[in-house]
């Protein structure tokens, strides 16, 4: 109520999720979460949840296995915003999803109108910043736009006119 006084659109929520997690239940507890967040959007008046990919390396498990996992939780996700009217955002977050590469894959994995990325213009710290967001705007319902980003692991002013020339492309 104070947020429709003050003339203030709530676009979403945020939560702090981990799918990579080998215990089924630990995962489970981050889709239980994921849904618990995706209510408050919902009574907030946003269409959007934002979620992480997750931050475990769990030994013995290969990253097309932890892939497997996230995207079944993540798809169980969608279902469940899905009948809420609420948008599943993924946020590349510089954890398990390091690279444009990594989003493209989790994003084609998982393809459904109710899903898409929290393009974090400060995340991705491998390679070319600009060509990884080019690369995945597409795939934006929403952004992080920070003043800084990082190129070859020293942090730098973003370069505006070069964002928004992407953005309008």
């Not at 959007?48 to 996230?70: A, C, D, Y």
């Not at 995945?136 to 003043?147: D, L, R, S």
């Amino acid at each position: 109520r104070k947020a429709f006084s003050l003339g203030l659109e709530i676009c979403g929520t945020g939560v702090r999720n981990d799918f990579t997690h080998a215990d089924p239940a630990k995962r489970a507890e981050s889709v239980q979460l994921v849904k618990n967040w995706i209510n408050v959007s919902q009574k907030l008046g946003g269409q959007t949840v934002r979620i992480f990919s997750g931050t475990q390396k769990p030994e013995g498990h290969t990253r097309q296995e932890i892939l497997e996992w996230m995207i079944a939780d993540i798809r169980e996700c969608i279902d469940y915003g899905t009948a809420r009217g609420i948008v599943v955002a993924l946020q590349n977050h510089d954890d398990f999803v390091k690279t444009a590469e990594h989003t493209i894959e989790i994003m084609e994995a998982v393809k459904s109108p109710w899903y898409g990325l929290m393009l974090d213009i400060g995340s991705y710290r491998t390679a070319d910043r600009y060509d990884e967001i080019a690369r995945t705007i597409k795939y934006a319902v929403t952004w992080q736009i920070k003043e800084k980003v990082y190129i070859k692991g020293k942090e730098t002013d973003v370069d505006a006119e070069r964002l928004m020339r992407l953005i309008k492309e």
